[in-house]
């Protein structure tokens, strides 16, 4: 009896697993990938190299992409993944009827300059990258690929060159599987 106890619990433990192997992403399912804005534009310079090597497919809507390029992970990050990627807003209760324009209402009267910022104010990683670079999933937001590769200066060579290395970490990775 213990035997099929053991036999039980087995078949349980994969059997909980299985979603977890499903969820984790790897290097090899990534097509496209959409870069977040990096310190000294090494996200220009990337794009560049990894559309020019044919590694990734570089969109420019973020929600059509498998990946995303960054420079950063952390509250920043995250905060910037929200508002590319809301979670889906509840059902909202229907809004009150509108009264007839002749009559006046309770309030004070909306003037023409009233505003609402509806976007997030811009978050800046100037200063933040140490020349680690993470490819994070979109869906699971799991860092795929991570790279340390510092950039020798801020001239537009020393970029490309960063670039450049970076891109061949990843062939060579993608070479490997």
Not at 40 to 66: E, H, M
Not at 142 to 151: F, I, L
């Amino acid at each position: 009896m213990s035997g099929m106890k053991l036999v039980s619990m087995k078949r349980f433990a994969l059997f909980l697993s299985c979603p977890l192997l499903l969820c984790a992403a790897e290097l090899s399912d990534v097509h496209t990938v959409y870069l977040l804005r990096m310190a000294k534009g090494l996200d220009q310079y990337l794009a560049n190299r990894l559309t020019t090597d044919k590694v990734f497919r570089i969109v420019t809507d973020p929600k059509l992409a498998d990946a995303i390029f960054t420079d950063q992970i952390g509250e920043g990050f995250e905060a910037k993944l929200e508002i590319l990627f809301p979670p889906p807003e509840a059902e909202k209760p229907a809004p009150p009827k509108k009264k007839d324009e002749d009559e006046e209402g309770d309030g004070p009267p909306k003037l023409i300059t009233d505003t609402v910022n509806k976007l997030a104010p811009p978050t800046s990683s100037f200063g933040r990258s140490r020349g680690t670079v993470f490819l994070v999933w979109a869906k699971s937001r799991q860092v795929v690929w991570s790279a340390y590769e510092p950039a020798k200066g801020s001239a537009s060579k020393d970029l490309d060159r960063t670039a450049t290395d970076i891109v061949s970490r990843i062939r060579k990775e993608l070479k490997g599987k």
